[in-house]
């Protein structure tokens, strides 16, 4: 079901950009072109209605530009999941304000499927952190491990990175809107923890480097 739903997302973002993108920037070229040739003695009134409709069109492109990459971000096929990842956190900072910094460390090759899952699972986590970051920065930790696959998100909480000594409280992941990224992992064969304290939140998703496609 997963699989279905990711390759429908493709085909989505695919037709969005295929033609909704197309013909918007084909009609701003022709209101551009009718915009040059206005010969009106005053053709103010003109002017503006073609300025709003061309303001119009811009927003649309970008909306288009948003909608599609956030079903699927090109960069994923095209450059691989460390680039998208990259790229998915330069869209946090602008949207958020928080700075995010990636520390990628997998070395060896990923199926579709898988980071395909990994983007996703980060792409969830991330979500849950913008809405209830405390203005600290965030730092995205891939990491292979003998067991699989480890993803780390944290806030920074002093100079030097390090976890604080505040006293910890672990939460179930269900019940801190990241019943997505638990289902996720769980469908992979993987697992969620959740820790937050007074300085900050930790969240550790581990999944198996040979998980099966979701079916």
């Known amino acids: 079901l997963q699989q279905t739903h990711e390759d429908e997302r493709v085909e989505l973002a695919r037709e969005l950009h295929e033609n909704l993108g197309q013909v918007l920037a084909g009609l701003k070229i022709e209101l551009a072109w009718i915009e040059e040739r206005l010969q009106s003695p005053s053709p103010s009134a003109l002017e503006s209605h073609l300025m709003m409709s061309q303001s119009l069109i811009d927003s649309a492109m970008t909306t288009v530009r948003r909608v599609t990459s956030a ?3 090109p960069v994923l096929d095209d450059l691989g999941l460390r680039e998208a990842l990259e790229w998915l956190l330069e869209d946090f ?10 520390d990628f460390q997998i070395t060896g090759p990923l199926s579709k499927e898988l980071a395909t ?6 792409q969830s986590g991330l ?6 970051s405390k203005a600290q920065p965030v730092t995205l930790y891939l990491l292979e491990t003998p067991g699989g ?9 002093d100079s030097e990175g390090e976890w604080g000594g505040a006293e910890a409280e672990e939460h179930s992941a269900q019940l801190l809107g990241l019943v997505g990224v638990w289902e996720r992992a769980r469908l992979m064969g ?6 937050a304290t007074t300085a900050g939140s930790h969240l550790v998703i581990s999944v198996p480097s040979t998980a099966s496609p979701l079916p």
């Not at 979500?127 to 209830?132: C, K």
């Not at 993987?190 to 820790?195: I, P």
């Open 93 to 102: 900072s602008a949207r958020t304000a928080l700075q995010a910094r990636l």
């Open 127 to 132: 979500s849950h952190f913008a809405h209830n």
């Open 71 to 73: 079903l699927r971000p």
């Open 117 to 122: 899952n990994l983007f996703r699972l980060c």
């Open 149 to 157: 696959i480890v993803i780390r998100l944290e806030d920074l909480v």
């Open 190 to 195: 993987g697992g969620v923890a959740f820790q």
